[in-house]
């Protein structure tokens, strides 16, 4: 079955750099595209970036240039890499499968706090 394990949250000061991953299982990683998507209280849950399978990236405007996301076929892992953090990245970061342009499978989450 399809799973997906985020880890590397944390509470980090603005300025600080974080790296998340997120463990994928249960299909094939390398031919799905990949997401990268936050939620934080009181706010509507936003796509922070996106990663297809030829390595082609997006990213939201809010973390342009200051967020990385990659992967490791290989590996079975996606990546993000935080830096220049602000308060308002605080949120639960989760990592996602797309299909036809919709996540279909998500991971429990990681808590990313910027204080």
Not at 6 to 28: H, I, N
Not at 82 to 87: G, R
Request: net charge negative; aromatic share 10%.
């Amino acid at each position: 079955h399809v799973q997906l394990v985020e880890s590397g949250g944390g509470l980090v000061q603005p300025g600080g750099s974080l790296r998340l991953s997120c463990e994928a299982s249960g299909f094939t990683f390398s031919n799905y595209y990949m997401t990268w998507v936050r939620q934080s209280p009181g706010k509507e849950r936003e796509g922070v970036a996106g990663i297809d399978n030829d390595g082609s990236v997006t990213y939201a405007d809010s973390v342009k240039d200051r967020f990385t996301i990659s992967r490791d076929n290989a590996e079975n892992t996606l990546y993000l890499q935080l830096n220049s953090l602000s308060t308002d990245d605080t949120a639960i970061y989760y990592c996602a499968r797309v299909v036809a342009a919709l996540p279909d499978y998500w991971g429990q989450g990681t808590q990313v706090t910027v204080s």
